[in-house]
Structure formats: structure tokens, C-alpha cells
């Protein structure tokens, strides 16, 4: 059964100056459940990660991350989970294994936990010949996966993902979430944010948020029959189509 909220959330806002880049969001994510966190660009999705790791303090609202919450806790949130960005993932000039150590060592593994760890990703992902590659020479997709990895090193409770698969191609975006499922099934949280519309369908549930709001929230079957569509593409593109709301639409839909 997931039913023990690792993620609790209530009209979490904040603004910069007089600009509210997230308004009064209210959620919850469940032990092991796959959360993806969607919505166009701009919509307020990295603000609201980033409060929620302990990053940004919260202009109001309150929320609890791991059973710490982001105003009082927000170290102990930063130890309790993992986080995979988009734009940072691993250095380049490091090879697979010196990587693992760092990212080990800054986690606090032992030696002998980051010899364990080591062992373990080379036989799972497969790394035998390019364990002594410098990181910078390998596929991005490759990059993803071990950056992953790297971030689970240290068991956290909650992993967050920024668009963990942008740029790669669909094969190895399947493998990616083949990964993420596995995660998942061994009880680890999974919060996902990702322009890929396709991905959305994978997800537990899936929010949905425009100009700062969650305007919707649910199972992808669910939205679906809230929306009458069929997929979520479709569901994405009602809301953003809907006459109360403007949305800025930079990086558009990618459903390949
Ligand atoms: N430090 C900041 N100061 C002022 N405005 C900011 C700041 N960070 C973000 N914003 C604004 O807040 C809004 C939400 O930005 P945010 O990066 O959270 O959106 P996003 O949904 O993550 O978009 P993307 O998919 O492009 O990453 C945007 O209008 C952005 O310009």
C-alpha cells in the first residue's frame, strides 16, 4: 500500500517582488509513488522544486519534505533526497568511477559503502568498459542513467527529477523509466518534472501547473475522463487552451 505521505504540501507561494511564480499549491505525494510535475515553460515547476528541496524559503505556505519541513529542516530535507537537473548532472572530466566516489563522498558513504555502490552500478548498468571513461565522452543517455544512479547512491527517501530524459532519444527514455519504475517498486519516491507527454502517461499521478497553479491534479486515466480525451497531450493542451488562462507556451509539447 503507498499511503504514507513522504511529501506534504499547503498553498506552498512564492514570489519574486511583486511577481507570484507559485500560488498557493496544495498536494500530496505518497511512499513510492511516481509523481510527475508538469506544465509549460515558465509555469512555476523548478520555484516549486526548489522550495521544496530546501533551496528557495517559501514566501508563505508550508510543506513537509522527508518529515522535515522546508522553513525549520531544510539541511535535513537536503540529506533525506536525491535531485537529478536537467543542466547539471555529473563532471565531464571525471571519469565513471571518480564520479561515484565524489558524489559518494559528498553524501557521506564510507569507503567501503562507495566500493559496494561502485560494484553494484557496474554490474547493473553494465559498466564494465567504460567505468575508467571520462564522463565527457559518453552519450548523454548514458550520462542520464549513471547520473541517476548517482543520485540513489545515498538511498534517499525522495528522488527529484528535472527533466531527466530531455534531449534523448525514445529508447533510451524507456530505459530511463525503466529505471524510475524499479526505483519506485523498491519504495523510493519519485518526483518527475518532464516536457515529454508521453512520460505523463507512465506516471502514478500527475499535476499539472499554469502560470503558478496547479490547475489540475490526478491518475493520468482520471484526467483523461475529466477531460473527455485520450491522451495526455490532450489533456495538456485543453488546459492550455482554456479561455481563462494565458499560457506561455515557449518549448510546446514534445510527444515522440
Ligand atoms: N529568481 C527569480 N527571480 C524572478 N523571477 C523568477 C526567478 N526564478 C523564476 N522566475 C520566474 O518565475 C516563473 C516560473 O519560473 P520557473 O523556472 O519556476 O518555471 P518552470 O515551470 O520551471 O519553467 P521551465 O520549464 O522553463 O523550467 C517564470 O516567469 C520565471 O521567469
Not at 90 to 100: Q, S
Not at 107 to 135: C, D, F, H, M, P
Request: with cysteine.
Amino acid at each position: 500500500m503507498k499511503e504514507e505521505a513522504v511529501i506534504q504540501v499547503e498553498n506552498l507561494t512564492k514570489k519574486f517582488g511583486d511577481f507570484t511564480a507559485v500560488n498557493a499549491i496544495s498536494f500530496e505525494v505518497k511512499k513510492g509513488e511516481i509523481f510527475g510535475f508538469l506544465g509549460a515553460n515558465g509555469a512555476g515547476k523548478t520555484t516549486a522544486m526548489k522550495m521544496l528541496i530546501g533551496i528557495y524559503k517559501p514566501t508563505s505556505g508550508n510543506a513537509q519534505v522527508a518529515s522535515f519541513n522546508v522553513y525549520k529542516n531544510p539541511n535535513e530535507i537536503k540529506k533525506n533526497i536525491g535531485y537529478m537537473s536537467q543542466k547539471f548532472a555529473l563532471y565531464d572530466d571525471l571519469t565513471v568511477k571518480e564520479n561515484i566516489t565524489f558524489f559518494g563522498g559528498i553524501y557521506g558513504l564510507s569507503r567501503s559503502q562507495i566500493k559496494e555502490k561502485t560494484a553494484q552500478l557496474i554490474e547493473e548498468l553494465n559498466l564494465q568498459e567504460t567505468v575508467n571513461q571520462l564522463v565527457g565522452t559518453l552519450p548523454l543517455g548514458w550520462k542520464q542513467k549513471i547520473s541517476f544512479s548517482v543520485a540513489l547512491l545515498h538511498n534517499p527517501k525522495i528522488v527529484f527529477l528535472d527533466e531527466p530524459t530531455s534531449g534523448v532519444d525514445p529508447i533510451t527514455r524507456r530505459q530511463f523509466w525503466e529505471m524510475i519504475y524499479e526505483t519506485a517498486n523498491n519504495g523510493t519516491t519519485i518526483f518527475v518534472t518532464t516536457h515529454y507527454m508521453d512520460e505523463a502517461e507512465y506516471c502514478d499521478r500527475v499535476s499539472i501547473m499554469v502560470n503558478g497553479n496547479i490547475e489540475a491534479l490526478d491518475t493520468p486515466k482520471k484526467l483523461k475522463k475529466q477531460f473527455n480525451v485520450v491522451t495526455m497531450n490532450d489533456v495538456f493542451l485543453k488546459l492550455a487552451r482554456s479561455p481563462s488562462l494565458t499560457l506561455p507556451f515557449g518549448k510546446g509539447v514534445k510527444n515522440d
